[in-house]
């Protein structure tokens, strides 16, 4: 059974760990000189890197894609009970258990990973195993009630959809898709932005920038177990 802790309890928890740290930035930047002993050689040494990493680390290209088709959203997983039936393998193991799963994930994966194979429209030696920051812009069916002042208002980005798909479930539909195609996994996305339009024209763009390396050895430990063979992977490195 899953016990899912309440808010009040996990706002109990909260306390108890971060109490003592300051919400302001400023205030916390001087506590956290005081709590980690920094001395002012040792501040002078933070800044050197700071600098470096800005000097070193930085988006090294950029890959835009335009999707023909209608936006629409990642729709709600299901969950299935394996059994012998379904999964026999999974069921020995472990019987009983609650798989859950995406509808279309696999459908769309497939056609993303075909997309690229067929139409070569990413030029990438190997899967982006960098920080990724990532925008979506998508441009739903222009509703057929709008006359033409506002067919016209709303092609020029005047009107704008308040309406589904959300804007999340757009988001995870096309990420779902660059996972083991475009980057590694989503977890490498930093930074993104998704904004809805209207269009005669319904598509999706996409426009993906990654870091040329990662930030330090921690990270690249993590990355360069799940990295496909061949594939490079480069993390700042202090002087």
Not at 73 to 95: D, E, I, T, Y
Not at 119 to 145: G, M, R
């Amino acid at each position: 059974m899953i016990f899912i802790k309440s808010r009040k309890a996990k706002a109990k928890l909260y306390e108890a760990k971060y109490s003592e740290i300051p919400r302001d930035f400023y205030e916390r930047i001087n506590w956290m000189y005081d709590h980690y002993h920094i001395t002012p050689q040792k501040a002078d040494a933070i800044i050197n890197v700071r600098n470096q990493m800005t000097d070193s680390i930085f988006y090294s290209n950029e890959i835009s894609v335009i999707l023909y088709e209608e936006p629409e959203g990642s729709p709600r997983p299901r969950a299935r009970l394996v059994n012998k039936k379904n999964l026999s393998f999974a069921a020995k193991s472990n019987p009983g258990f609650i798989q859950v799963y995406s509808l279309t994930g696999a459908a769309d994966r497939s056609f993303m990973r075909r997309l690229i194979t067929e139409e070569d429209f990413i030029e990438l030696d190997h899967l982006i195993n960098t920080p990724c920051s990532v925008e979506y812009d998508a441009y739903l069916k222009t509703p057929s009630v709008f006359n033409a002042t506002d067919t016209y208002l709303a092609e020029l980005g005047c009107i704008r959809p308040i309406c589904k798909p959300d804007f999340d479930n757009i988001e995870k539909k096309y990420a779902d898709m660059y996972n083991g195609n475009v980057w590694l996994d989503d977890s490498l996305v930093i930074e993104s932005r998704l904004r809805k339009f209207y269009s005669i024209l319904p598509r999706i763009e996409i426009r993906l920038k990654f870091l040329n390396m990662l930030y330090n050895k921690y990270q690249y430990d993590s990355v360069s177990k799940r990295i496909e063979e061949g594939s490079n992977v480069d993390y700042f490195k202090r002087s």
